[in-house]
């Protein structure tokens, strides 16, 4: 089954238009709702993807009840999104990087190492934003947009900028 849904997102699912789109017919949410149902690890309740998103073939990607997926988005295995979580258009979630330990063998060679990325509940990623491997975004944040996130995100923080530092705390 999980094949079959591939080949039905990839070929025909993701290139739907936007759910809000009048011209949508309001079933473009459930068509790819119900296909990435049958992809990814886990996805809750009322989960929006949105049209041009791409996650490989869903291993590890687990995504919470009423969280969305923004246009475009590009989302590697071993992701752990929340609920409640918010993204915007083109963010990137990098969960892999190159072994390069060895110098004597070329890096390409070396193969992939995978590195898991959480966001947790409540959570606010604006447009643009880059999280790289082993990120933990703590609950109820938000990313500015076109931030690159390369250290963890404390609880209820505002960050932004490259690379993307504390702004203030929402509490």
Same mark, same amino acid.
């Given at each position: ?39 990814? #690890? ?7 993807? #949105? ?37 915007? #258009? ?10 390069? #330990? ?7 060679t070396q193969g992939l190492n995978y590195i898991s990325v959480t966001i947790e509940d409540d959570v ?48």
């Amino acid at each position: 089954m999980k094949y079959f849904s591939l080949i039905l997102y990839y070929g025909f699912a993701i290139y739907l238009p936007k759910s809000n789109r009048p011209y949508a017919f309001k079933i473009t949410k459930p068509i790819r709702y119900h296909i990435c149902k049958n992809i990814l #690890e886990y996805c809750g309740k009322n989960v929006n993807i #949105e049209r041009l998103v791409y996650f490989g073939d869903g291993q590890g990607i687990s995504i919470g009840d009423n969280s969305g997926l923004g246009v475009n988005c590009k989302i590697q295995r071993n992701v752990k999104i929340g609920n409640d979580v918010m993204m915007g #258009e083109d963010v990137m979630i990098i969960t892999n990087t190159h072994n390069f #330990e060895n110098c004597d063998i070329p890096m390409r060679t070396q193969g992939l190492n995978y590195i898991s990325v959480t966001i947790e509940d409540d959570v606010w990623i604006g447009s643009r934003v880059i999280i790289l491997p082993g990120i933990k975004i703590g609950k109820g944040s938000i990313i500015g947009a076109g931030a690159v996130v390369t250290k963890d995100v404390p609880e209820y923080s505002i960050v932004g900028g490259v690379p993307a530092k504390l702004i203030r705390s929402r509490k």
